[in-house]
């Protein structure tokens, strides 16, 4: 089984399969099993502790742009910020709970500590389900 790390404010939420989504630098495989996982120490240097495991079921490409006045995600050249409640139309859920987050401005505030202002960074929203 392949082993992914997640930080662990998300723990919680991933097992009570609130948090079903996770942008990622590279795509998580489609189909494969995988175990989430946090560090019980510093990183590298500390044994794992498994948290759930997941499988995913689709990714894309998602285009994330901070800005002084929020962060724009595009996906498929659709602007997430205006898509939020028809994110995934089966569950009629907006991206930020889909990530975990507590509201809009907590996802934002998450992407810009990361990221360059102004700079736009591909990266890749992967879908996934809990296995029980």
């Known amino acids: 089984m392949l082993k992914r790390p997640v930080n662990s404010r998300f723990n919680d939420r991933i097992r009570a399969g609130i ?3 996770t942008i990622r630098e590279k795509p998580w495989p489609v189909g494969k099993p995988i175990m989430l996982y946090n560090w019980s120490g ?12 997941v499988e995913v079921v689709f990714t894309c490409p998602i285009n994330i742009i901070p800005t002084d006045k929020g962060v724009s995600y ?3 050249g659709n602007d997430l910020v205006s898509l939020h409640e028809t994110f995934d139309p089966t569950i009629n859920t907006p991206l ?4 975990g987050f507590d ?14 202002p102004g700079m736009t ?6 879908r996934f389900k809990t296995l029980l």
């Not at 960074?121 to 992967?126: D, K, Q, Y």
């Open 42 to 53: 510093k990183p590298y240097g500390s044994p794992q502790r498994d948290v759930c495991a």
């Open 121 to 126: 960074t591909e990266m890749h929203l992967c």
């Open 74 to 76: 595009w996906l498929e």
């Open 19 to 21: 948090k079903i989504t």
């Open 103 to 116: 509201s809009q401005d907590d996802m934002d505030a998450w992407f810009r500590a990361v990221l360059k």
């Open 96 to 99: 930020w709970q889909c990530e």
